[in-house]
């Protein structure tokens, strides 16, 4: 992508303002030929600061917080322990929320699922991921993984942005800053969240574009009739219809008598709009191509289970990122609510496993056999942990656990991580770390380093500063790179 | 290292032109020439920041940098220039890996700065501004002699007026957001007066739609939301205040009052009419505009912090045009502004009774609040209250009667566990785990309901005397704001609260004396039933304690949020009892009699109690008015606490860690505030609103003229309007910017004088394109103004142009937010509203924060999440396909058609040519050409032919959006038309302000 500080309208003719300025799907940034900011476009990288190893990333967020330690993170201490006190040597001066802070007593709960080695890698995982256990040494998965939020809110909005509050653009809105768009008529950011699904609220500033400009921001598809916002023609309006008016409207641009044009320079409005125009009518077909399972054969649908013919299921849109990023599209964006499990986790759990399990390896699965997991990282994981404690009361069959931010795990494959890996440790515990943590902003910085870019080096001046990803913080954790 | 150089080289970009500067030879000034060099490459490491200065040098003031930095008039000797120009890694500044470095040019300027003496100016926004004098010149506005001085020096032409259609258009749109009638053009047109565009101001300026135009865009700065935001995001009551804007701009406010009545209307002095005080309360809702949370869990310290921080930013972006919020965490990179000065502006915003969460479980308004009652409300209200007033007077002596209590139990049956039996004041009694309550079925009381309650209690060695749960009757704490009533233990004390929304709607008394431990004590707690402080009481071991009121502002009910019987021991997300033990519980209807409550001390196992019961008359009375004011709307404002608030400077801006302590303060690079304003809000006003010469705040005329420029415009003489700081862009037309900035404070900050004065100009006047190819290739952001600006129609713009040339257009004033069609399509879908409230101006669109209205989102409207004076310009095929396909577009173009066609009823083929002229002139306000009309016969026929192929697809064409076709039309006329219109509704002059 040409940066736009480039465009003088002047002495250009309009083909060439068209070819030269680079009007992407999310459109052309007007305000940079008017506010005398010219300088500020200087983010969009002319090229890499380091040879990537991922072009680009599937991140499938599992939104409310899944329970590692019935998961991932093997803890077969808590079954002996079940029911007695969290040991105050083991809590120290954690802040617990507000919901099982004021508990007089803080018990212990072991896992009722069983645990297993899989793979050439023996990786533990619990019988509730017997698809993701077939995948195992696809998998490089970190059990160290921590963060400042002890709530929802600012917990995902961390792991999107790199900031607890509102207001700091979201990853993919950086590399779509950064790097622009390899494909012509997809958004470079794509966002789908599983339909139906209850759970924490998720809010639309969580692939927001913060104070970048708004063309960064994730484009979410929707999983009706329109995958973006009136991308079909109103109802009893054909395509012929469509292209005469089109065809009007551009001559109407074009004609030499009108007062509003000057033959002298290119308007730079108008010729805007003329493209604006036609890449709206090639989307009107692009998406439609992108986001029809027709092509696929059954065996890739049954890759991904039955749900995957219910457009909006978690199966559906898994499939639907591998087609996006067949198609060039940089950062696909996953949202799974539901794992909030701070009751009723013995039978919620198990269903939100069902939910994911089979996609999610069938995604690396499929990547893989597309030849393409190499150089796509698949991230799956929540906001924070959950307690090894029961919140409210341990019953026979039921119990809970609230928000835990010092310790959880999450799985990568793909793209530049090294498969098999089992990284970082906790605790016998499970509450607190015990080898090499990885903050959010370090995560954040290896994801950039994957991509082929210095975490240090995007920046994006705001109010004066120069704002990053990372904020001051965050580590490339080079033990996980492959 | 070399090669790294070199890339970050290639990063720069070197602006192709930088008008209005000096030229090779001729005097740099500092402010203009070299601060926006230092500032961007120096500062961050050698500006204001103490903290994190390296080396000890500081570059952004003259002393410190002429130590040995810039040695006045020696290039070669000042280290400044040695660093800049080193070839040694180690050595050279910016260093390496900072991202930044310096063209030539720039080192050029330094060198001749240096050479010139060096010479430093304060930050030009931090100087107030002064009359500058007028250029000379002969035609024309003071304001144009400005902007024409700078084209003259560039050697530039300026364009010609634009077409008069044009320019009404033009100005339409600026002052009243809709685009003019036929009629008005063409009158225009027609009016060869002198004074025809000053009439045509005039009238606009008076047209009502002025106030919803202008208060779209204040609504961005105040960042309005008819929601909380943050997560859970519910719906709030807080619209009222938008029609105050609207309503102030219409009866042109003056701007110091219009920010006075919103920072400090609350403090003004009582000297109007109730309903003018009622309204500059409400004003001040402009402060509690920000997100607010609600999630279980969280922090409320936490949010409440935030809030105030929001407060800030919102008054120093909006209003003054710093980034503060850059101070919160340590003192500003680039702008003479300390960490310890943030926090000393957030003592003015820190001051009042508030939550950090809002209710979960009910709807209470969260405080302080304002009530809005109506007039027939207010009438009822006073008329009750005068009664409720005449009968407390006359029956205050109440009867005494001898009472059984509703509810008494004494545990000496087993109690449930894990909450166990132990030996009790009388018998067994029960010992709380402080997780599991011991429910009655008793006690849903209303605030006005006298009634008592009688108990022992016992602490244990290890129960929580910071904070514990005795007994109470509600649902949760902060997840509820508390609603109902509670006895707690508070720092070892008894507390006894009744309570509609905590902290500031509640009556709350606490013991002076603490609890003993290990002991049983017999407590009696009482509410008499007038919602005052003074009519609860508490008695320790027979005796009424002396207390302290915590707070004494009951205006609503207690009832209410679930959890309507009495709990002992334990609460949703509380501290419970924790080991502590009760014995004797028992509930009266009325107040128990301080004998009562001795006699119940004395006697553990009595039970039947003195009481005192209330005259019924009274009792009615109060339960009349209950009934009415909690039926009355309330919404939220600023009331200062009457104890001021401590606040604190925060360790990297934490709500955990604060240090040193701060009083409301102003910073030291701007105008001492003067002794005698008062230390509060609206001593901050009167200082930022100063009109006198000599204490004139020098940012907030600037910043208000500025936007009031943007308005006309499409950018300011700033054209970062949330930043005249050091990092900010300096004024294309800084005199000019000055001049308006003293005309707004010598002539009562009059908006709509200003308004007139900036449209009445040759500038405003011109054309948009330029004269000369030579215009574009040397100011391409046109700075100078040589021609007028291009820019698309704001979102509010497009959409209420589709519905005026639709006829569906409510001309209605005020009032709910409504729903029109694209909330359906929000992250967060809504049900669309029907009849009107779809066609309302969309001033009055439903916003939520969480999932803002996606077609305005699409047309770049402001997100509304934080203060936001400018709003984004972009260009995506995303805002085609919302004018092409949204069905309040579509709908709006079949709204046009159908007009169209009822009025040429009798119309034949021939008459095409004549209804698409017409048309064209509604939706652009020019005549159209004959190129244009032949392209729109074109496709006129070509959509009739398709139509009539396909006479299904017309008529369900027809039935896009919720009003019904018109009845005896010709379907595929109709959708031919429709398409038509539809089509020119996308065409630029239609789209664009040009």
């Known amino acids: ?482 | 290292m070399k090669n790294s150089f070199a890339f970050l080289s290639a990063l720069l970009v070197v602006p192709i032109f930088t008008p209005a500067r000096a030229d090779q030879g001729s005097r740099l000034r500092f402010n203009r020439d070299i601060r926006p060099i230092l500032s961007e490459n120096c500062f961050h490491c050698h500006g204001p920041d103490e903290e994190n200065r390296e080396a000890g040098l500081r570059l952004d003031v003259r002393d410190a940098a002429h130590e040995y930095a810039v040695v006045p008039g020696d290039v070669e000797a000042s280290e400044l220039i040695a660093r800049i120009e080193s070839e040694d890694p180690d050595s050279v500044m910016p260093p390496p890996g900072s991202e930044r470095a310096l063209t030539p040019a720039e080192i050029d300027s330094l060198r001749r700065w240096i050479e010139q003496g060096g010479a430093y100016q304060s930050h030009w926004s931090l100087v107030a501004p002064t009359r500058p004098p007028a250029p000379e010149k002969s035609a024309g506005t003071i304001i144009d002699a400005f902007v024409d001085e700078a084209i003259d020096r560039a050697g530039l032409t300026p364009s010609p007026p634009a077409d008069r259609a044009v320019l009404l258009r033009r100005a339409t749109f600026d002052l009243t957001g809709l685009p003019p009638t036929k009629e008005d053009v063409e009158r225009f047109a027609d009016d060869r007066s002198p004074d025809a565009l000053e009439k045509a101001l005039d009238r606009l300026l008076a047209d009502p739609r002025y106030g919803e135009r202008m208060a779209s865009d204040w609504l961005d700065v105040a960042r309005y939301s008819d929601t909380y935001g943050y997560q859970v995001d519910r719906d709030r009551f807080v619209w009222p205040w938008r029609d105050w804007v609207i309503d102030a701009f219409n009866r042109n406010l003056p701007y110091d009052r219009f920010l006075t009545h919103q920072l400090a209307g609350d403090l003004l002095p009582d000297d109007s009419s109730a309903t003018a005080a009622r309204d500059r309360v409400l004003a001040t809702t402009f402060n509690r505009l920000h997100p607010q949370k609600v999630e279980g869990g969280s922090v409320p310290e936490e949010f409440r912090i935030e809030y105030v921080a929001d407060r800030v930013q919102t008054v120093a972006t909006g209003v003054m045009g710093l980034t503060y919020e850059c101070c919160r965490c340590h003192n500003h990179k680039y702008d003479p502004i300390t960490q310890r000065e943030y926090f000393q502006l957030a003592a003015f915003f820190d001051n009042i009774d508030e939550a950090g969460l809002y209710s979960f479980f009910t709807d209470s308004v969260p405080t302080p609040t304002l009530s809005l009652p109506t007039d027939d409300q207010e009438r009822r209200l006073s008329e009750l209250e005068n009664q409720i007033a005449a009968a407390e007077r006359t029956e205050t002596a109440a009867c005494e009667t001898t009472v059984d209590p509703i509810f008494s139990v004494d545990f000496d049956d087993d109690v449930a566990a894990p909450n166990r039996s132990v030996p009790g004041v009388s018998g067994q009694a029960i010992r709380l785990t402080g997780d599991d309550p011991y429910k009655t079925d008793v006690g849903n009381f209303r605030r006005s309901d006298p009634f008592s309650i009688s108990l022992w209690i016992k602490l244990s060695d290890d129960t929580p005397t910071d904070r514990a749960v005795v007994l109470h009757r509600s649902r949760a704490w902060t997840d509820a704001a508390s609603r109902g009533y509670e006895m707690l233990i508070d720092e070892g004390r008894l507390r006894w609260s009744l309570i509609h929304f905590w902290p500031g709607n509640a009556i709350s008394l606490r013991t002076a004396d603490r609890l003993p431990i290990g002991r049983w004590v017999h407590v009696v707690v009482t509410n008499d039933g007038s919602s005052r402080a003074a009519g609860l009481s508490i008695h320790v071991d027979g005796r009424r304690s002396d207390t302290t009121v915590l707070r004494d502002e009951l205006t609503k009910q207690i009832t209410g949020g679930g959890g309507d019987t009495i709990a002992l021991g334990q609460r949703f997300r509380d501290r419970g009892f924790k080991n502590g033990a009760i014995d004797q519980l028992a509930v009266y209807e009325g107040v128990l009699t301080d004998e009562a409550a001795a006699n119940l001390h004395r006697n553990p196992s009595g039970r039947r109690a003195e009481v005192e019961s209330i005259a019924t008359t009274l009792r009615t009375l109060r339960l009349d008015r209950d009934r009415l004011l909690d039926d009355v709307d309330e919404i939220m404002v600023m009331r200062e606490l009457d104890k001021p608030r401590q606040t604190f400077v925060l360790a990297r801006g934490a709500y955990d860690q604060p240090t040193q302590r701060v009083d409301p303060g102003t910073p030291a690079c701007l105008p001492a505030m003067d002794d005698s304003l008062p230390r509060n809000r609206l001593g901050l006003a009167r200082w930022l609103t100063a009109s006198d010469a000599a204490d004139r705040h020098p940012l907030t005329a600037r910043v208000a003229v500025n936007r009031l420029w943007q308005i006309c415009f499409g950018v300011g003489l700033v054209r970062t309007p949330e930043d005249f700081g050091s990092q900010g862009a300096p004024p294309t037309h800084p005199e000019l910017l000055d001049h308006l900035a003293v005309e707004f404070i010598e002539h009562g900050w009059d908006v709509k004088r200003m308004l007139k004065r900036i449209m009445s100009t040759d500038v405003y006047r011109r054309s948009s394109n330029p004269a000369t190819a030579e215009v574009v290739r040397s100011d391409p952001t046109n700075e100078l103004l040589a021609r007028f600006p291009a820019g698309r129609l704001t979102a509010e713009m497009l959409r209420d142009q589709a519905l005026m040339i639709s006829g569906r257009l409510v001309n209605l004033i005020g009032g709910a937010p409504v729903k029109p069609y694209e909330v359906e399509f929000s992250f967060k879908p809504a049900k669309s509203d029907v009849g009107d409230k779809l066609y309302r101006r969309s001033v009055y669109t439903y916003w939520k924060r969480t999932g803002p209205a996606p077609e305005m989102l699409t047309l770049d409207a402001a997100k509304r999440d934080v203060c936001r004076p400018q709003r984004e310009r972009t260009s995506s095929p995303l805002q085609a396909l919302v004018l092409l396909n949204g069905p309040q577009y579509v709908e709006a173009a079949r709204g046009m058609a159908e007009e169209t066609l009822a009025r040429n009823i009798d119309a034949a083929t021939s008459d095409d040519a004549r209804i698409l002229a017409d048309v064209y002139q509604t939706l652009t306000s020019r005549r159209v050409d004959d190129d244009r009309l032949k392209i729109l016969l074109k496709l006129l026929n070509r959509q009739r032919k398709l139509f009539r192929d396909a006479p299904e697809s017309a008529r369900e064409h027809l039935t896009i959006g919720k009003s019904p076709p018109r009845e005896h039309q010709d379907s595929v006329e109709v959708a031919a038309w429709t398409v038509v219109i539809g089509t020119l509704m996308n065409f630029d002059p239609c789209v664009m302000k040009r």
């Open chain 1, 1 to 482: 992508m040409e940066p736009m500080n480039e465009l003088n309208p002047s002495g250009l003719s309009r083909r060439d303002w068209l070819t030269r300025g680079g009007l992407g799907f999310g459109g052309l940034a007007l305000a940079q030929m008017f506010r005398g900011e010219v300088a500020s476009a200087a983010g969009v990288l002319p090229r890499l600061h380091h040879p990537a190893k991922a072009k680009r990333v599937i991140f499938l967020f599992q939104s409310g917080a899944p329970s590692q330690m019935d998961l991932f993170d093997y803890k077969p201490l808590l079954r002996e322990k079940h029911g007695t006190q969290l040991p105050d040597e083991i809590r120290g001066d954690q802040r617990l929320t507000g919901m099982s802070g004021n508990q007089s007593s803080l018990p212990l709960v072991g896992s009722p699922f069983k645990f297993s080695r899989h793979g050439d890698s023996g990786m533990w995982l619990s019988e509730l991921l017997p698809h993701t256990a077939g995948i195992a040494d696809e998998l490089c998965m970190v059990h160290s993984m921590h963060t400042e939020a002890i709530n929802h809110g600012p917990g995902v909005t961390f792991m999107q942005t790199g900031s607890m509050f509102p207001g700091r653009p979201s990853t993919g809105a950086w590399l779509d800053y950064g790097l622009g768009s390899e494909s012509e008529d997809l958004p470079s950011f794509v966002v789908m969240v599983t339909k139906d699904k209850g759970g924490q609220p998720l809010v639309s500033r969580l692939w927001g574009n913060g104070f970048l400009p708004s063309r960064h921001q994730g484009v979410r598809f929707r999983s009706g009739k329109d995958p973006v916002l009136h991308l079909g023609n109103p109802a009893g309006v054909s395509i012929e219809s469509r292209r005469a008016s089109l065809d009007a409207l551009r001559q109407l641009h074009e004609s030499p008598s009108g007062p509003s044009r000057s033959d002298a320079v290119a308007d730079p409005w108008i010729e805007s709009r003329i493209a604006q125009y036609e890449l709206a009518f090639r989307m009107q077909s692009s998406i439609p191509e992108a986001t029809d399972f027709a092509d696929e054969p059954q065996e890739v649908l049954d890759l991904y289970g039955p749900d995957v013919t219910n457009p909006g299921t978690f199966a559906a849109n898994c499939l639907q990122a591998r087609r996006l990023a067949q198609r060039g599209v940089r950062f696909i964006q996953l949202y799974h609510p539901g794992w909030d499990h701070h009751g009723g986790l013995p039978k919620g759990l198990p269903r939100q496993c069902k939910e994911t399990d089979q996609p999610s390896a069938a995604l690396v699965k499929d990547l893989k056999r597309c030849g393409l997991l190499d150089d796509t990282l698949v991230i799956w994981g929540g906001e924070f942990g959950r307690t090894n404690y029961c919140q409210g009361k341990l019953k026979p069959n039921d119990f809970g656990r609230d928000h835990h931010p010092r310790c959880f795990s999450m799985w990568m494959a793909g793209g530049g991580v090294k498969p098999g890996l089992t990284h970082g440790a906790t605790d016998e515990y499970g509450y607190n770390i015990v080898e090499s943590p990885l903050h959010i902003h370090d995560f954040h910085a290896t994801i950039l380093h994957l991509l082929g870019i210095d975490h240090e080096r995007l920046t994006f001046k705001y109010q004066g500063r120069r704002f990053r990803l990372t904020d001051v913080h965050g580590h490339v954790v080079d033990a996980i790179l492959s």
